[in-house]
């Protein structure tokens, strides 16, 4: 079975500070990766994903992931925080191919507050 | 604008009062999926259905009802709504073709259940 998880609850940084928010996964093959933010009363919005290739992706918004399939982990990261990205974060995976269900299991969420 | 609709996005019921929360999509995708997301626990999914008439049981099945007569609708229905299922549930799709090879996301579904 797959799993994902986000040993932060919380996150806070400093507006200019650079920020991580972590995840770790556990999957049987090899995984697609995503992360999604939730804005106050929002539904999810995409960030960015890991499908192949680089380990370094860049998303939405300024922020970046690095996949790291040896420590099995996908943190998201910004160099420099804004007020405005204080929201909460989830990461998921997805097993390929694309069966069992297409399913996208997530991680707990992090909340994130960035403070000037 | 491709996009998955829900309604309603607020609701409040009481216990037993049978209810049904609609989900549309517009981007003729055949994979549909419910989730509910509380606090601490992240979302957790429902019910899924691979396309027309095919439907199956998520992580946490119990207490909720599907189904998949059209492709674009996916609706989901408590029978007999229990506290236990005040939550924010989300309706989202995909496909193997889709962009970002990951789901599209309603805006959510805030029921309390008293």
């Known amino acids: 079975a797959q799993s994902v998880a986000q040993p932060e609850d919380q996150v806070n940084v400093a507006e200019g500070n650079p920020l991580t928010v972590k995840c770790t996964y556990s999957?049987?093959?090899?995984?697609?990766l995503f992360w999604y933010v939730q804005y106050p009363n929002r539904g999810l919005q995409f960030l960015l994903k890991y499908i192949t290739g680089d380990n370094l992706v860049k998303g939405s918004y300024g922020f970046e992931a690095e996949f790291n399939k040896s420590q099995t982990s996908f943190h998201l990261k910004k160099p420099s925080a804004l007020v405005s990205d204080s929201a909460l974060y989830f990461c998921?995976?997805?097993?390929?191919?694309?069966?069992?269900?297409?399913?996208?299991?997530f991680g707990t969420g992090t909340q994130l507050k960035v403070e000037l | 604008e491709a996009q998955v609709t829900q309604n309603p996005r607020y609701l409040i019921t009481v216990t037993g009062k049978k209810l049904t929360v609609t989900c549309s999509q517009n981007?003729?995708?055949?994979?549909m999926s419910w989730y509910r997301q509380d606090p601490g626990l992240g979302l957790r999914q429902i019910y899924y259905?691979?396309?027309?008439?095919?439907?199956d049981k998520g992580d946490v099945p119990e207490g909720y009802k599907v189904s998949r007569k059209e492709k674009r609708n996916f609706p989901l229905i408590l029978e007999s709504p229990s506290p236990n299922q005040t939550s924010l549930y989300f309706c989202?799709?995909?496909?193997?073709?889709?962009?970002?090879?990951?789901?599209?996301f309603g805006s959510g579904t805030r029921l309390t259940v008293v």
């Open positions: 981007m003729n995708h055949e994979y």
């Open positions: 998921a995976v997805r097993d390929r191919p694309l069966g069992g269900g297409n399913k996208l299991t």
């Open positions: 999957v049987s093959g090899n995984p697609y």
């Open positions: 259905s691979m396309n027309v008439e095919v439907t």
């Open positions: 989202a799709s995909s496909s193997p073709g889709a962009k970002n090879y990951g789901y599209t």
